[in-house]
C-alpha cells in the first residue's frame, strides 16, 4: 500500500523558493501564473493492507515528524 | 560550570564552541546525539551550528528527534541551561523547546557576514554581560534563519520579554519577524539564536563581542 503525504507550507508563510519560481516563469513568458507555492512529496511503501488504519498511522507519523505544524500543512493520498 | 556540547551527525561548530567555553573557563564535556544520557553534573548543554543529518526533510528536524533530545528535554524542565546555536537554534525550535520556526532566508541567498545586534532582554544567564540596546556584532552563517512565528506568538514573546537579541534596524539578514534574532524559553533557561558568538570570541577572530555571551554565562555560575 503506497502512501503519498504532500506538505505545503501554510497560507500566509512566505515562500521565498515560490516567489521565485514565479519570477521565473514570468521571464520565460508564463505571465498569467497568479502566485507559485513549492512543496514537497513523501512516498511510503507500507505494509498495511487497511487503508483506514494506514491513514492513521501515516497521520501519526505526519505529526511526529514528516510535517512541522507550526508552518506546514499536510495532505495523506493512499493508493 | 560543567558544559556539554552534543554533536550530530553534520555538526560543524561543535568544537568552535568548546574552545569558547574553555576560554572562558567551563568545564566542556562532548556528547554524541545517540547517548540517551547527558554527562553527569551537566549545568549548560549546547547545541552547537552545522547542517545536522544533512538539513534533511527540514534544518533540525531528525536531530530534533535524536535520543540526546529526551536528556536535554528533562534538563530544560528542570531549569538546567540550554544555548542553541544557528543549527541549535532550528533544533529547538523542531524539539517544541522554543516557539516559532526557523524559514528559508527572504533573500533565498546563504548569508555568511558580520550583523549588528540589539540586545533586547539582558536579564537572563545568556545575555547579562551586555547592556540593552547597545551595538553587539556578531557574525551570521545561514540559509534557513529566517525566523517565524504567528503576531499572538511575536506578541506574547516581545510581552514576556522572550526576545533575547534583535538584529539591529536595518541589518536584519533573513527576513525575520520583528528582526528577531534570538529567542527565550518561558522559564529563560533555554536560548535560541542565528548568530555565532564563538565567532567573534577571541582577539584572533577580528573581535571578541561574542565571547561575552560565554563569559556572562560563566559569571552566571
Not at chain 2, 535560541?192 to 561575552?212: C, K, N, Q, T, V
Amino acid at each position: 500500500m503506497i502512501a503519498r503525504v504532500t506538505i505545503t507550507l501554510k497560507p500566509g508563510v512566505l515562500d521565498p523558493q515560490g516567489r521565485a519560481i514565479h519570477h521565473a516563469l514570468d521571464g520565460l513568458g508564463f505571465g498569467d501564473v497568479h502566485g507559485v507555492r513549492q512543496g514537497k512529496l513523501i512516498e511510503l511503501d507500507l505494509a498495511d493492507t487497511d487503508s483506514a488504519a494506514a491513514h492513521a498511522r501515516v497521520d501519526a507519523m505526519c505529526r511526529a515528524l514528516l510535517a512541522n505544524t507550526v508552518i506546514e500543512a499536510y495532505r495523506i493520498e493512499i493508493a | 560550570m560543567k558544559a556539554a556540547v552534543i554533536v550530530f551527525p553534520g555538526s560543524n561548530c561543535d568544537r568552535d564552541v568548546v574552545v569558547a567555553l574553555r576560554e572562558a573557563g567551563a568545564s566542556v564535556r562532548i556528547a554524541w546525539h545517540a547517548d540517551p544520557d547527558l554527562p553527569g553534573g551537566t549545568d549548560l548543554v549546547v547545541l552547537p551550528g552545522g547542517f545536522a543529518h544533512g538539513d534533511y526533510l527540514r534544518c533540525g528536524a531528525m536531530a530534533a528527534r535524536a535520543p540526546a533530545m529526551a536528556a536535554v528535554r528533562a534538563h530544560a524542565a528542570r531549569g538546567g541551561l540550554v544555548l542553541g546555536l544557528c543549527n541549535g537554534f532550528q533544533v529547538l525550535t523542531e524539539a517544541g523547546l522554543l516557539p516559532g520556526a526557523l524559514l528559508r532566508n527572504a533573500g533565498l541567498a546563504y548569508v555568511c557576514r558580520d550583523v549588528m545586534l540589539e540586545p533586547v532582554n539582558t536579564e537572563t544567564p545568556f545575555t547579562r554581560a551586555y547592556a540593552p540596546g547597545e551595538a553587539v556584532r556578531i557574525p551570521v552563517g545561514h540559509h534557513d534563519g529566517n525566523y517565524f512565528a504567528d503576531d499572538e506568538t511575536l506578541d506574547r514573546l516581545e510581552g514576556e520579554g522572550r526576545v533575547a537579541f534583535r538584529y539591529a534596524a536595518g541589518d536584519n539578514p533573513n527576513g525575520s519577524a520583528r528582526d528577531i534574532a534570538g529567542v527565550l524559553n518561558a522559564g529563560g533557561n533555554v536560548l535560541g539564536m542565528m548568530p555565532h558568538p564563538e565567532r567573534l570570541s577571541d582577539p584572533a577572530h577580528g573581535g571578541i563581542d561574542g565571547r561575552r555571551l560565554f563569559e556572562g554565562l560563566l559569571a552566571h555560575g
